[in-house]
């Protein structure tokens, strides 16, 4: 999926391919020391809108916003769905 055609803007623009900067180090190790910036729990949906991220996306309730990108949880019923599909 990582290569699909505009499915990630760093493989699209070449950007995956790059050396890691300090900056990416650094936000790598506070990662794996397990700092939190944002609720993530059970986010199954995330985009980037044009503007203000809405609260409820789908019947989703909106659980964080990191930069431009908003992240939405699926009810329990979706989850319930999502998760015995396979």
Same mark, same amino acid.
Do not use: D
């Given at each position: 999926?990582?290569? @699909? &055609?505009?499915?990630? =803007?760093?493989?699209?623009? +070449?950007?995956?391919? @790059? *050396?890691? +900067?300090?900056?990416?180090?650094?936000?790598? /190790? #506070? !990662? !794996?020391?397990? =700092?939190?910036?944002?609720?993530?729990?059970?986010?199954?949906?995330?985009?980037? &809108? &044009? +503007?203000?991220?809405?609260t !409820?996306?789908?019947? /989703?309730? *909106?659980?964080?916003? $990191?930069?431009? /990108?908003?992240?939405? @949880?699926p009810?329990? *019923?979706? #989850?319930?769905?999502? $998760?015995? !599909?396979?």
């Amino acid at each position: 999926m990582l290569h @699909q &055609p505009y499915a990630f =803007e760093a493989v699209t623009h +070449g950007y995956l391919y @790059q *050396q890691t +900067g300090k900056k990416e180090k650094c936000l790598v /190790h #506070r !990662i !794996i020391n397990v =700092e939190s910036l944002w609720s993530k729990n059970y986010s199954l949906w995330y985009f980037k &809108p &044009p +503007g203000l991220c809405s609260t !409820i996306w789908y019947n /989703h309730p *909106q659980v964080g916003r $990191y930069k431009s /990108h908003c992240f939405y @949880q699926p009810t329990a *019923q979706t #989850r319930e769905n999502v $998760y015995t !599909i396979f």
